[in-house]
C-alpha cells in the first residue's frame, strides 16, 4: 500500500523552463510535506517544505504547492538549469519529525541544454 | 564539513554471511535512522534511534539489527543476508523528533551473492 505516489519515473525539460514535479498521496492525516534532491553517488538533501496550513511555500526557484482537498503535492522549479538534472523523492508525515515520514520512488529530472 | 558518512560505499557479501554496515555523523544530531533503499522504489524506514533509545519499524525483519555505541556511530548488522536484501542502505540523522528535515549519508550499495 503507498501512500505516497510520484506517477513519472522521469521527466525531461529544456534549459530556462518551468520543471513540475508531481506527487500524489492517500494518507488525509498527512500534514507535513517535503521534497528531497538526489544526486548520483550521493545521499538525499532536503530541499523544501510546506505544513498543511499552508498552500504554497517558495524558496528562490523552488516553489511547492499543496492541495489537500486532491491530495496533491507539486514542486515547480523555474527557470530550470542543468544543476538542477537530479532525482526528487517528495515526503509526507502525519506527525512532526522524520520518525514516520513516507516517501515517494523518486522522479528523475533531466535538464536539457 | 559537519556531515554523516557511511563506509563502506559498495559492500559485497555471500548468501547467509554476515554483514555490517557504518555510519558516523559529526552533526551531533540526536536521531539517526536507516533506510533500505531498493532500485527505483522508496527509502523505506528501518529503524532509529532517539539516543540510545532504540525504535523499530514494524516490518523490518528479525534479520536486520542495529547498535548505536555513541552519539556519532551507528551500525546496521544483517545477520544473514539473502538475495532479497541487496539494496542501497541509507543512514540519516535529524536534530531531534519534532524536526522533518533529514541528512542523509552517501548509502552504501550492498549485493549479496
Known amino acids: 500500500d503507498q501512500q505516497v505516489k510520484q506517477n513519472s519515473p522521469s521527466l525531461s525539460v529544456q534549459e530556462g523552463r518551468i520543471s513540475i514535479l508531481n506527487c500524489d498521496y492517500t494518507n488525509s492525516m498527512f500534514d507535513y510535506f517535503l521534497w528531497y534532491k538526489k544526486y548520483p553517488a550521493e545521499g538525499p538533501t532536503f530541499l523544501i517544505s510546506?505544513?498543511?496550513?499552508?498552500d504554497k511555500n517558495e524558496d528562490g526557484r523552488f516553489t511547492v504547492f499543496l492541495n489537500k482537498s486532491a491530495k496533491h503535492l507539486s514542486l515547480h522549479i523555474v527557470p530550470s538549469q542543468p544543476g538542477d538534472s537530479a532525482v526528487y523523492f517528495c515526503?509526507?508525515?502525519?506527525?512532526?519529525?522524520?520518525?514516520?515520514?513516507?516517501f515517494g520512488q523518486g522522479t528523475r529530472l533531466t535538464i536539457n541544454p | 564539513d559537519a556531515m554523516v558518512i557511511q563506509n563502506p560505499r559498495y559492500q559485497v557479501t555471500q548468501f547467509g554471511k554476515p554483514v555490517t554496515l557504518s555510519c558516523s555523523q559529526t552533526?551531533?544530531?540526536?536521531?539517526m535512522y536507516w533506510y533500505q533503499q531498493k532500485s527505483s522504489q522508496a527509502p523505506k524506514l528501518l529503524f532509529h534511534y532517539y539516543d540510545k533509545d532504540f525504535n523499530n519499524e514494524a516490518d523490518t525483519p528479525d534479520n536486520f539489527q542495529s547498535r548505536r555505541p555513541n552519539t556519532s556511530f551507528c551500525f546496521l548488522d544483517i545477520r544473514s543476508p539473502g538475495l532479497g536484501d541487496a539494496a542501497m542502505y541509507l543512514c540519516?540523522?535529524?536534530?531531534?523528533?519534532?524536526?522533518?528535515?533529514?541528512?542523509f549519508g552517501s548509502g552504501t550499495q550492498l549485493s549479496v551473492l
Open positions: 552533526l551531533n544530531h540526536n536521531v
Open positions: 540519516a540523522t535529524s536534530r531531534d523528533l519534532v524536526r522533518e528535515e533529514l541528512f
Open positions: 515526503a509526507a508525515s502525519a506527525v512532526r519529525g522524520a520518525q514516520k515520514l513516507v
Open positions: 510546506i505544513s498543511s496550513i499552508k
